[in-house]
């Protein structure tokens, strides 16, 4: 027969279990939503990092070709060299991690048009540079008439407005899709960090129903089995000491308390038994 201790002791072990096993879930389902959100925010902080690189880049590009053509500064030269190296760096780094390819073919194709153009400004000012006169003197006649004439034929102001500043105009546009895209694939991971987090909470808020089912139980019971029949053969007793009336309850007695009852009974009896030998 299960005593009294052990019913409660099992109820409240019941709880405690309930209770660590709803926070053993809840702090799993914590940890993946923690690790989630950490991989969120630095897919979105790389993406968004190489998209500045390449503006970085193309912006520069854009600088050094304007001052070369505007203001005649060969220096600049050599920034626009760094600039279409960088530019092709960032676009392979992009190629291997990039999340969301919806733009990328086009980011690519933008990035070339803009690459072969900065290359060909690039042969076209070298050739149309002065040189020193002895190194005129070991080219030969048709070298430096087709180098004259395409310095002659080169117009950089129609060229780049022409040109390059559509082929620009294009790769910023590329760019900018290129990072609206990766920011709305996240979309459809950020809803499922939503639902993971509705998950983390759930084991806890099933855990609390199921508790505060357990715990109206146990008081039913503790109730029903215990105080009740407690009170009730207190009562009985105090009327019999007090009033001579018979010790009955109405209350039902188990286990502990049902041996508490009989005990009292056989007390009754017996004192009972010892006032009628005295008479």
């Not at 019941?14 to 940890?31: I, K, T, Y």
């Not at 053509?69 to 060969?74: M, N, P, T, Y």
């Not at 089912?213 to 019971?221: S, T």
């Amino acid at each position: 027969m299960i005593g009294i201790r052990k019913r409660v002791l099992g109820s409240f072990l019941s709880v405690v279990a309930l209770l660590f096993f709803a926070g053993l879930v809840s702090l799993f389902e914590l940890r993946r939503v923690s690790s989630d959100t950490e991989e969120i925010l630095r897919a979105s902080e790389r993406n968004l990092g190489l998209a500045k690189d390449m503006l970085d880049a193309a912006a520069r590009q854009n600088k050094a070709v304007v001052h070369s053509i505007v203001f005649r500064q060969r220096d600049y030269d050599t920034v626009l060299l760094a600039s279409i190296a960088e530019m092709a760096r960032t676009l392979d780094v992009i190629r291997e991690e990039a999340v969301e390819r919806a733009y990328l073919d086009t980011l690519s194709a933008s990035a070339a048009s803009v690459q072969h153009l900065a290359q060909e400004f690039l042969r076209l000012q070298t050739q149309g540079r002065s040189t020193p006169a002895g190194s005129r003197e070991l080219r030969s006649p048709q070298d430096t008439l087709a180098a004259d004439s395409a310095a002659m034929d080169f117009d950089g102001a129609r060229w780049y407005a022409d040109a390059y500043s559509n082929a620009y105009d294009r790769l910023t546009g590329s760019i900018k899709n290129y990072m609206i895209s990766t920011q709305s694939s996240l979309a459809p991971r950020t809803e499922q960090l939503r639902r993971n987090a509705y998950r983390a909470v759930t084991p806890v808020l099933i855990s609390l129903l199921v508790m505060i089912a357990i715990v109206l139980m146990l008081y039913y019971f503790v109730s029903v089995y215990l105080v009740r029949p407690v009170l009730a053969m207190n009562k009985s007793l105090g009327d019999y000491l007090r009033f001579g009336l018979p010790f009955k309850i109405k209350a039902e007695v188990r286990d502990e308390v049902a041996e508490l009852k009989e005990r009292i009974e056989d007390t009754v009896q017996l004192a009972k038994k010892a006032k009628q030998e005295q008479r």
